[in-house]
């Protein structure tokens, strides 16, 4: 097994370059990337490139004929908006890959324009809960490397992108150990293909834990129909943009004092309303010789809240009805993990800056 980098953006790939990594260990996996940042590949010879569509092609003729293209096929995600606990959180499908029917057509196009196609590549979305996805795309890449090899392709690429998450980690990789063995087995015998995974959130998720404070509280009213808020130091246009997507959120454990509160299983919400239904451990993190010290809140002991960041904007909203401990009060901490998946990373890390240093964020008074 060999290590390389999967970049992005001009910015990506200078950095990895300048952690003296060998051009030839890069994947410049975006398969639309602007002119300048194929002429930039082109002077560092990083010469592997994902398409999918002509004018990238056309753009890749002009700025860099001797790349070696890499064909983004599309997945066909199980839409989360059908079922949200299934499928991806990021259904990248929406935005890249072309169709097996319109892979010969675009195949034909390279051809013609003297291009060398050396791959495939996929991505089954980013948090893929289902993973008969990977079997299901292994077999269509094997279809489409047919369809390459009647246009007079040779493959030697498949890139099979990310999507891995920690707790199916496990049943995703024996499912594409065994796709593997089914569709490419002759070759993986022979040698003659390179099999590339992209794992991003899967070792970058847990990195990031932010810790914030609540800064302020509104209280229910029933005469004026106003509802408990709880407004915290970070919100969507800072480090919680995972709010954004349904199912990437994980319940913050709550910091009162000597007394900390964390969920069990997933986000609670106020709809979750039966009586056994929702537990949260509570712990008491200030006296050491108090044994165990954990305890369990039943739906009687929490309250409903909606958690909202700091800023003016009402879209600025991070839990829409979470079940909290009751009596949260300013100067509480929330403490989010596992922040580190598309969060931070589409903050800070795509195409516009440096790698942040740190590990844990604090957002507070
Ligand atoms: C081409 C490509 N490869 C890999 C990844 C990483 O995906 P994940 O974080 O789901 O593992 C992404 C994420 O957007 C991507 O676009």
């Known amino acids: 097994m060999k290590i390389g980098f999967d970049c992005a953006s001009h910015t990506e790939v200078a950095e990895i370059l300048s952690l003296s990594v060998s051009p030839n260990d890069i994947i410049y996996a975006n398969p639309c990337k602007a002119p300048s940042h194929i002429r930039y590949a082109s002077t560092k010879n990083v010469k592997k490139m994902t398409f999918d569509n002509i004018t990238e092609l056309y753009k890749i003729k002009a700025h860099f004929p001797d790349a070696e293209c890499i064909l983004r096929f599309k997945a066909h995600d199980p839409t989360p908006s059908k079922n949200p606990s299934e499928g991806a959180l990021y259904e990248l499908s929406k935005k890249y890959g072309v169709t097996i029917d319109y892979s010969r057509e675009i195949l034909l196009q390279a051809k013609k324009l003297g291009l060398n196609v050396i791959g495939l590549a996929f991505h089954v979305g980013s948090g893929q809960?289902?993973?008969?996805?990977?079997?299901?795309?292994?077999?269509?890449?094997?279809?489409?490397?047919?369809?390459?090899?009647?246009?007079?392709?040779?493959?030697?690429?498949?890139?099979?992108?990310?999507?891995?998450?920690?707790?199916?980690?496990?049943?995703?990789?024996?499912?594409?150990?065994?796709?593997?063995?089914?569709?490419?087995?002759?070759?993986?015998?022979?040698?003659?293909?390179?099999?590339?995974?992209?794992?991003?959130?899967?070792?970058?998720?847990?990195?990031?834990?932010?810790?914030?404070?609540?800064?302020?509280?509104?209280?229910?009213?029933?005469?004026?129909?106003?509802?408990?808020?709880?407004?915290?130091?970070d919100g969507l246009y800072s480090n919680i943009n995972a709010a954004f997507w349904p199912g990437e959120l994980t319940y913050p454990t709550v910091v009162k004092g000597k007394r900390t509160y964390t969920a069990k299983s997933t986000l609670p919400t106020s709809s979750a309303s039966s009586d056994s239904g929702i537990e949260v451990e509570e712990e008491d993190n200030g006296?050491?010789?108090?044994?165990?010290?954990?305890?369990?809140?039943?739906?009687?002991?929490?309250?409903?809240?909606?958690?909202?960041?700091?800023?003016?904007?009402?879209?600025?909203?991070?839990?829409?009805?979470?079940?909290?401990?009751?009596?949260?009060?300013?100067?509480?901490?929330?403490?989010?993990?596992?922040?580190?998946?598309?969060?931070?990373?589409s903050l800070f890390l795509y195409f516009d800056s440096k790698v942040i240093g740190g590990m844990l964020t604090i957002t507070g008074q």
Not at 163 to 176: D, H, K
Not at 318 to 335: C, H, M, N, S, T
Request: aromatic fraction near 10%; charged fraction near 25%.
């Open 129 to 233: 809960r289902n993973v008969r996805t990977y079997t299901r795309h292994i077999e269509e890449a094997r279809r489409i490397w047919e369809i390459a090899r009647e246009v007079g392709y040779t493959f030697t690429v498949l890139d099979m992108g990310g999507g891995f998450m920690y707790n199916n980690f496990e049943e995703a990789a024996s499912a594409v150990n065994t796709a593997l063995d089914n569709e490419f087995g002759d070759m993986i015998e022979q040698g003659g293909i390179d099999i590339v995974a992209e794992p991003g959130r899967y070792v970058s998720a847990p990195a990031f834990t932010l810790v914030t404070s609540v800064i302020a509280m509104r209280e229910e009213r029933e005469e004026t129909g106003e509802k408990r808020m709880v407004y915290i130091a």
């Open 287 to 345: 006296s050491m010789d108090q044994e165990g010290g954990i305890s369990t809140l039943m739906r009687g002991d929490l309250q409903e809240y909606s958690i909202w960041g700091p800023t003016c904007d009402c879209m600025d909203i991070v839990i829409e009805d979470a079940l909290l401990p009751k009596g949260i009060e300013v100067g509480d901490w929330f403490v989010f993990k596992d922040l580190g998946g598309k969060i931070l990373i």
